[in-house]
């Protein structure tokens, strides 16, 4: 049965040291249990960023595991908590990785695996250059998971800029999105926030998005942060502003229901050529 639920969301500044970055992505999650979260949410990339040929000794195969994936399962054991990793580098059949976002149940089993399925290819006015397909296989299918609150869509990062995603997620029964995220600090600046809400507006869902940033001490590499918690009517009610932390809000599925009902967008969507 749905409920009214407390969520956390982390943020954090992951670089290519992989014990740290556990130590603190993990830290953190467990900081946000302790607080009253019973879902807790963490950012892409939390285990590690860095060089592509470093990264591959550090890919493991799902829903099988290795030794980061098992640290993840005992925590949400430890805690009896839903635990979302985004950004698992998952071992790819073509030799690359997927971007995988990783729903973890209380008892520390995998409840779902969703693949990212845009990627990031850019070169940025910075200098920054990203080319996610290098190193990276994208996914194919829309992802709804079970959460306390009820049903849950599972995105990724760069997918924002994508509505078509989260409609068809709003579609499938999603009253709540996730998009962990590891957004760059030139495109976070005027575009963060903006799409976060917007997605939240167009589908009328909670928007989740946990976040990476600072510097992550790999070829100018810099991400926005300000990690979030939006409504359905576009609020936020809940975000990171500053460095390493987490917070906390309730995702109440009696709030989509009214906002849905006051403005019935979704219902009044009319097929066109």
Same mark, same amino acid.
């Given at each position: 049965?749905?409920e009214?639920? @407390?969520?956390?969301?982390?943020q954090m ?5 992989v ?10 999650a467990?900081?946000a249990?302790e ?7 963490l950012p ?9 040929r470093?990264?591959?000794?550090? &890919? ?6 290795g030794?980061?994936l098992?640290r ?9 908590v839903h635990l ?9 059949a $073509?030799?690359?990785a997927?971007?995988t976002c990783?729903h973890?149940g209380?008892?520390g089993?995998i409840?779902a695996?969703?693949?990212k399925?845009? &990627?990031?290819d850019? $070169?940025?006015a910075d200098?920054?250059?990203l &080319?996610e397909?290098?190193g990276?296989a994208p996914?194919?299918?829309a992802?709804?998971?079970r959460?306390?609150?009820g ?7 760069? $997918?924002?800029?994508?509505?078509a995603l989260?409609?068809r997620l709003a579609?499938m029964?999603?009253i709540a999105l996730t ?14 926030e903006v799409l976060m809400?917007a ?6 869902c909670?928007?989740i998005?946990p ?5 992550h001490?790999?070829?100018g590499?810099q991400?926005w942060g300000?990690g979030?918690i939006v409504d359905?009517w576009?609020?936020?009610i809940?975000?990171?502003?500053g460095g390493?932390g987490?917070?906390?809000a309730d995702v109440? @599925?009696?709030?989509v229901?009214?906002v ?12 066109f050529s």
């Amino acid at each position: 049965m749905s409920e009214t639920t @407390p969520v956390g969301i982390v943020q954090m500044c992951a670089t290519s040291d992989v014990e740290a970055n556990l130590a603190s992505a993990l830290g953190l999650a467990r900081e946000a249990a302790e607080a009253g979260a019973k879902m807790v949410f963490l950012p892409e990339a939390f285990a590690y960023i860095g060089s592509e040929r470093e990264r591959r000794q550090w &890919l493991e195969p799902l829903p099988k595991g290795g030794p980061i994936l098992a640290r993840c399962q005992a925590l949400a054991r430890d805690c009896a908590v839903h635990l979302v990793f985004g950004g698992f580098h998952e071992r790819a059949a $073509d030799g690359r990785a997927h971007n995988t976002c990783v729903h973890l149940g209380p008892d520390g089993e995998i409840a779902a695996l969703y693949r990212k399925i845009h &990627l990031f290819d850019v $070169d940025l006015a910075d200098g920054t250059r990203l &080319l996610e397909s290098r190193g990276t296989a994208p996914g194919d299918r829309a992802v709804v998971t079970r959460a306390p609150f009820g049903a849950l869509g599972l995105t990724v990062c760069y $997918d924002i800029r994508f509505p078509a995603l989260y409609q068809r997620l709003a579609d499938m029964g999603a009253i709540a999105l996730t998009a962990p995220s590891a957004f760059t600090r030139t495109t976070g600046r005027d575009h963060w926030e903006v799409l976060m809400r917007a997605r939240a507006i167009e589908t009328q869902c909670y928007m989740i998005a946990p976040a990476q940033h600072g510097d992550h001490g790999h070829r100018g590499r810099q991400s926005w942060g300000h990690g979030l918690i939006v409504d359905p009517w576009g609020d936020v009610i809940a975000s990171c502003d500053g460095g390493d932390g987490f917070a906390v809000a309730d995702v109440d @599925p009696t709030r989509v229901t009214e906002v849905r009902g006051q403005l019935p967008s979704l219902a009044n969507r009319r097929a066109f050529s």
